[in-house]
């Protein structure tokens, strides 16, 4: 039987977190933030993903 692969950008970006849930960070807060809003400066970084994705991330991340 072949390995099982995690999509390498999913690895990257998602984590679970100590409930069990999956989190991902929102895009746009790296860099570049003179020029941005304070409104798109606020948004929450961090987010709990749908339950109706969860199926849909964890084939992309099996090991987590």
């Known amino acids: 039987m ?3 692969k995690s ?3 999913a690895k990257k970006r ?3 977190t100590g409930s069990g849930k999956l ?5 746009g807060r ?5 020029q941005k809003s304070k409104r798109q400066k606020r948004i929450p970084r961090t ?3 749908n339950r109706r994705d969860l199926r849909r991330l964890s ?3 099996p090991t987590l």
């Open 2 to 4: 072949p390995k099982i």
């Open 7 to 9: 999509h390498s950008g």
């Open 14 to 16: 998602l984590w679970r």
């Open 23 to 27: 989190a991902f960070t929102r895009r």
């Open 30 to 34: 790296r860099h570049l933030l003179q």
């Open 47 to 49: 987010v709990i993903a």
């Open 59 to 61: 084939s992309l991340v």
